[in-house]
């Protein structure tokens, strides 16, 4: 167990939908990762927060959005779902702001779209 | 970015030694060298991080050469539950903005045969 919780665990919606997914990090942790994993795209860098700012930015389409609450909690808004967002969807944190600080990953939400 | 590539797979017989290669040309100064192992449906684990030459711990050791475009995961005496997939992780750094950009290689599916 990492200690990095993410809700829910599963998610099935139809296209066109919008959707939340939540993360709550380690204690400690002012870090939250936001990851994507596809079956032909692998491990997917989204975005990163740090103390409720965003830190930095990857390859995250405009039609997803996160936000830290000052609680450190995380979550990330996929709108407009199409079917090729069907994927994985991992959160980690870490102590610091730098992204070669160990990161902890939570179990993930399966996104499902039909 | 700092591209990084892998093995696809590797096999490897249980109690005998693996290293999987990770190259990536374009490291940067700054970045980090970071492996993380990835069991099905759960988030990765991070298993070592380096900078240069070589760095062990309890479960991996991780060579880096001096030029540092390329990095040598070794497990030592795999066992089965050593079947996962294993990504290397290198940082990018771009100091003028505090923008990391996280890549992820496209990870190696190392299976642990009795």
């Known amino acids: 167990d990492s200690g990095v919780t993410q809700t829910p665990k599963h998610l099935i919606t139809a296209t066109g939908q919008r959707v939340t997914l939540r993360c709550s990090p380690r204690?400690?942790?002012?870090?939250v990762y936001w990851y994507q994993q596809s079956l032909d795209q692998g491990l997917q860098f989204l975005i990163q927060?740090?103390?409720?700012?965003?830190?930095a930015k990857g390859n995250i389409l405009e039609r997803f959005s996160a936000q830290q609450f000052p609680d450190l909690h995380s979550e990330l808004n996929l709108s407009s779902l199409e079917l090729g967002d069907s994927a994985l969807y991992f959160c980690?944190?870490?102590?610091?702001?730098?992204?070669?600080?160990?990161?902890?990953f939570g179990p993930g939400t399966r996104l499902t779209v039909t | 970015l700092a591209k990084t590539t892998q093995p696809i797979s590797m096999d490897s017989y249980e109690g005998q030694e693996v290293n999987i290669t990770c190259s990536h040309n374009?490291?940067?100064?700054?970045?980090?060298i970071t492996w993380y192992q990835q069991f099905p449906s759960q988030g990765p684990r991070f298993i070592i991080q380096?900078?240069?030459t070589k760095v062990t711990n309890e479960v991996a050791s991780l060579f880096i050469p001096a030029d540092r475009k390329s990095s040598t995961l070794s497990l030592p005496r795999v066992s089965l539950s050593d079947t996962a997939v294993y990504y290397c992780?290198?940082?990018?750094?771009?100091?003028?903005?505090?923008?990391?950009?996280?890549?992820f290689g496209t990870g190696t599916r190392l299976t642990i045969i009795p």
């Open positions: 980690a944190s870490s102590v610091g702001r730098e992204g070669h600080d160990e990161q902890y």
């Open positions: 204690s400690g942790d002012l870090s």
């Open positions: 927060y740090y103390n409720g700012e965003e830190r």
């Open positions: 374009n490291i940067a100064t700054n970045d980090y």
């Open positions: 380096g900078y240069k």
């Open positions: 992780l290198v940082g990018e750094v771009v100091l003028n903005f505090g923008n990391e950009k996280l890549t």
